[in-house]
């Protein structure tokens, strides 16, 4: 971290935009190159992730109500126990397979609605629940034995990466595209087509470094200058770094700028191949915000009017990005 300078706060954190027409910006193609994003994504595949994957956001898994997901093949099921934690188990009732994606909860216990079955934390002959995690933004599940080589060994908690202080004000925004994770994570090891690409959400942006093919853990990192948008004559200039914590997570954190600690976590979980038999994989993106100014404490009051705000700008990048990772999927699946 000692190449980031910490520039004073400035009251205003806006700064007029002065950026040239789309098409005059600079190239970064050169600068862009295929050996380099690939090495930074096996260098991330060499990170176990512990068999955990990221299943919802830990909100979408409310008391009193089922959510379903199919994971890496496997119909999950997710519900909270009268204590309000996290439990995850097999999809399918154990008695005749109903779905329990929709099964109400009762007194901490799904209950089959085709007989009526009731399946609790301790579980059955034929049913048992599965290891899961609850960091209070996200919920996790780990899957043993799925032949994934990254799962690696079980691990007892998921590697999370660096988050800011509490409070914060979190949101998540799931999307799913038509490719495998290594293609989500791809696509966020190459900061380089953000201005390009994004036009609407970025501008000014520099790769101040980029990590060298053999370089060591402590400087497997990118380090992008940009500018967010806010309009069509206002941004926000940060410094940002982006690291992969686990083979299925990239990390950006603002570390120097407006809401400096500030991060956005892409988490690319693999479900199945969809009707076409192309692999499906869910985009599910938290942003957890952080700022120590006064007025911060009141967006976080207004966290209900706020996340929908954040979900809608998280979902609009990745229906472009998701473009570019389903490009790079078919590409590979031609060769």
């Known amino acids: 971290m000692n190449d980031v300078r910490t520039t004073a706060r400035p009251a205003n954190p806006l700064r007029r935009l002065h950026r040239p027409r789309w098409a005059e910006q600079e190239p970064t193609w050169a ?7 690939r090495a930074a994504l096996n260098r991330a595949r060499a990170r176990t992730t512990g068999g955990w994957y990221v299943l919802a956001a830990s909100r979408e898994v409310r ?13 999950l099921v997710a519900w909270r126990d009268t204590d309000g ?28 609605r085709w007989h009526g079955l009731a399946l609790g934390a301790s579980g059955r002959p034929g049913w048992r629940t599965l290891p899961a995690h609850d960091d209070g933004v996200l919920a996790w599940v780990r899957l043993d034995g799925t032949g994934d080589p990254v799962d690696g060994e079980p691990t007892d908690a998921p590697v999370i990466g660096p988050r800011p ?15 495998e994770p290594d293609d989500v994570v791809a696509n966020r090891l190459d900061p380089w087509h953000g201005a390009w690409f994004h036009p609407y959400s970025f501008t000014a942006l520099r790769v101040l470094s980029a990590p060298a093919v053999d370089c060591p853990p402590a400087e497997d990192r990118f380090l992008v200058e940009v500018t967010f948008t806010l309009g ?6 940060v410094v940002a770094e982006f690291s992969c914590p686990d083979a299925r997570t990239i990390t950006m954190r603002i570390v120097d700028g407006e809401g400096t600690g500030s991060v956005v976590e ?10 076409d038999g192309v692999p499906r994989t869910a985009v599910i993106e938290a942003v957890v915000a952080h ?3 006064p007025g911060f404490a009141k967006a976080r009051t207004a966290g209900p009017l706020v996340r929908p705000l954040m979900r809608v700008a998280a979902a609009r990048l990745w229906r472009d990005d998701l473009d570019y990772a389903e490009r790079r999927y078919a590409l590979r699946a031609r060769s």
Not at 266 to 275: F, M
């Open 31 to 37: 600068d862009a190159k295929p050996g380099l994003i």
């Open 63 to 75: 008391p009193g109500k089922a959510f379903g997901r199919v994971v890496a093949g496997r119909e």
């Open 85 to 112: 934690a996290l439990r995850v188990g097999p999809g399918a009732c154990p008695h005749l397979g109903a779905a329990l994606c929709d099964a109400p909860v009762h007194e901490g216990r799904l209950v089959c």
């Open 165 to 179: 202080p509490l409070p914060g004000l979190d949101a998540v925004a799931t999307v799913i595209g038509r490719c």
């Open 232 to 237: 069509k004559r206002y941004g926000v200039p």
């Open 266 to 275: 892409t988490h690319a979980t693999p479900l199945r191949p969809g009707p």
């Open 291 to 293: 700022s120590d100014r």
